[in-house]
């Protein structure tokens, strides 16, 4: 004898689990399926496995491009007329920061310093007028009249000394420098920034549910460590309080010359030996002083070096100020218009005061 009342009992519960589990568990495949297929379609830099998240990617993402020079990977697109962080962002037709223009063939009576780093030399929630080298080239057109100073500033954001290399080499050299500047941040011995992994699972909705509980479990875990780090660097591990980048066995091999102590070392030789070749000085400015603990070797490969945030760290707490009087903001500590004026204010005093530089300038003006 049929039972009716469990035939349409079944009948419902099957459409129940149909209607509202199955159908839109499948819609939600289906939704991230076309949307990693887009993420993967619209790669910055398509080519590369493995990445790291960066802050406001989203912004600067709309102004970097795929570069065709070998080793730099990415670059600012040429003529950016916009906005990052509510502040003016704009590069000029070679895609350097700020508007103005410059010929490879260096004009008569100049001196032409070139700047090579990341997001903490570019303009990076300032205005590009604001940046301490476009204010290091203001003041030493005050001090010398008669003398014509360019210094073009050939930062991206998201950069490592690995691309900084490259740059120097594809870029900076040709534009017959008499001076490098390059500056060391805490974040340079990672992978670069503004690059990411492709995506691809036999669940996409499987992919992101296991992505945000991981996301999960290491925000718990590295809580303690997160009170103030700074924004551009990666969460500290608890084991060793390295990052994770660092770790060159767990980074794809054709990235594994970028991160690491080692590595770090082997490029700033290469950079010295190239720009010596070149018969150019360089300089090494310090934003971080972390380096020189834990690869003293770079004092010894003959740049000169400037530890800058020594200089800042001395100077913030004798004029009864903290680190967020000079920075963006709270939670992001790239410096703001004031903490680029003593920047600048701090690297024309060591010009000064450094005969190396001394003797430079003495030699070029």
Known sequence: MKHPFRHTHLLILGRF??????IPLLGTELFFRYYYYRWNAGLTVP???F?????????????????NIEGIMFELKPNVRSQLLNQPFYTNSQGFIGTAEYTKTKPPNTFRVIGVGDS??????????????SVLQHNLASQHPSKNFEIINMSVPG???AIEYNVIKYKALQYDPDLIILEYCGNDLDLPNHIRRRVHATSYLYFVIKTVVDMYRANSKNIAEKESVPLMNAPLSADDMTRFEYKVGEVPEGYAYMVGEDNYIKTMKNI????????????LLLQNHDILQRAPEVRH??????????????????????LTDVTVGREDLHYNKLGHQLYAEFINEYFRSN???????????
């Open 355 to 365: 005969s190396y530089l001394s003797v430079l300038f003495d030699s070029k003006l």
């Open 120 to 133: 903490m030399m570019s303009s990076w929630g300032i205005h590009p007028d604001d940046t301490f080298l």
């Open 272 to 283: 010295y030996a190239l720009t010596q070749a070149h018969g150019v000085p360089i300089l």
């Open 159 to 161: 950069y490592n000394t």
């Open 301 to 322: 490969i003959g740049f000169p070096i400037y530890d800058i945030q020594t200089d800042m760290d001395t100077y913030l707490p004798d004029k009864g100020m903290t």
């Open 51 to 67: 990445s790291r998240p960066f802050p406001y990617s989203d912004d600067i993402t709309n102004f970097i491009t795929v570069s």
């Open 47 to 49: 080519f590369v496995l």
């Open 17 to 22: 689990v149909l209607c509202y589990i199955i």
